[in-house]
């Protein structure tokens, strides 16, 4: 049986730190990275096969996440941080 999840165990699995963080990516690594598509009849909220999106963790590792510019203290923060 398969099993469906939601953006914010997506975003776990795939090591996102919210679900927002993942969604705003998604279109992104779906182009990019090949990552599944969601579900085509569920609308909201979006909903993702389990064993697919660990098939692709398993085979393509996390994916390669952008600097998404969030507002400039976050990045300013984010950048400190890892000085």
């Known amino acids: 049986m398969n099993t469906f999840i ?3 165990a997506v975003a776990r699995i795939t090591g996102y730190t919210s679900a ?3 969604l705003r990516d998604r279109a992104r ?3 990019e990275q090949g990552f599944p598509l969601p579900m085509p009849t569920c609308r909201r909220p979006l909903k993702w096969r389990a ?3 660990k098939s692709w ?3 393509s590792g996390t994916p390669k996440q952008h600097n998404i510019h969030t507002g400039g203290n976050v ?3 984010r950048e ?3 000085a």
């Open 51 to 53: 064993d697919q999106v």
């Open 6 to 8: 939601e953006a914010d």
């Open 80 to 82: 400190a941080a890892s």
């Open 57 to 59: 963790v398993q085979a």
């Open 75 to 77: 990045v300013l923060l």
């Open 29 to 31: 690594i779906e182009a």
């Open 20 to 22: 927002a963080a993942f």
